[in-house]
C-alpha cells in the first residue's frame, strides 16, 4: 500500500518530494502539511508519518500562527488537534481550499456538526492511530486534485 500511496504523490522511481524529476530539490510550499496542534503535544505523533509521504510539515501551537502560515499560501491540506472553535474553523475555510482534517476528543453530535458546518472537510473522533489520520489525509488530496 505504501508504494501505491508512494506512486500516486509522484514519489515513486526516485522522485524527490517537491515536484516532478528533475525539478529544483526540496520539498515545496505545495507539499506542505500544516499542522495545527491546539493542545499539548496533539499532532506530534503524525509528524513522522506524513514526512515518510513526501511532505514538509509546518507545526504550529496557535490559531493565529496557523492563519500566518496560510497566508503564505501553498499548503497542500490542514490538520487540526484539539478543540478548534467554530470562527477558527470558519476562518481556516476562508483563507484555503486545501482540505481540512480535524481531530478532536469531543465528538458529540452538535461539535460534529459545527465542525462539517465551518469548512471541516472531515472531523475524526479521538483516539485515532496515526495510519488511520495518514489514511483519510491520503484521501483527502486525492480527491482535492
Do not use: W
Request: charged content about 20%.
Amino acid at each position: 500500500m505504501k508504494h501505491s500511496i508512494l506512486r500516486f504523490l509522484g514519489l515513486h522511481r526516485g522522485n524527490k518530494p517537491g515536484g516532478p524529476r528533475g525539478s529544483s530539490g526540496g520539498a515545496s510550499r505545495e507539499r506542505t502539511v500544516l499542522l495545527v496542534d491546539l493542545q499539548p503535544a496533539g499532532a506530534t505523533f503524525l509528524e513522522n508519518p506524513v514526512q515518510q509521504l513526501g511532505f514538509r510539515v509546518h507545526a504550529v501551537g496557535t490559531e493565529a500562527q496557523a492563519l500566518e502560515a496560510l497566508s503564505q499560501g501553498g499548503v497542500a491540506a490542514v490538520v487540526v488537534t484539539g478543540p478548534a472553535s467554530v470562527p477558527f474553523l470558519r476562518a481556516l475555510r476562508c483563507a484555503t481550499s486545501a482540505p481540512i482534517l480535524a481531530l478532536d476528543s469531543q465528538a458529540d453530535d452538535n461539535r460534529v456538526l459545527e465542525a462539517y458546518d465551518s469548512g471541516v472537510d472531515q472531523f475524526v473522533a479521538r483516539p485515532i492511530s496515526a495510519q488511520e489520520v495518514v489514511a483519510r489525509l491520503t484521501a483527502l488530496l486525492r480527491r482535492s486534485r
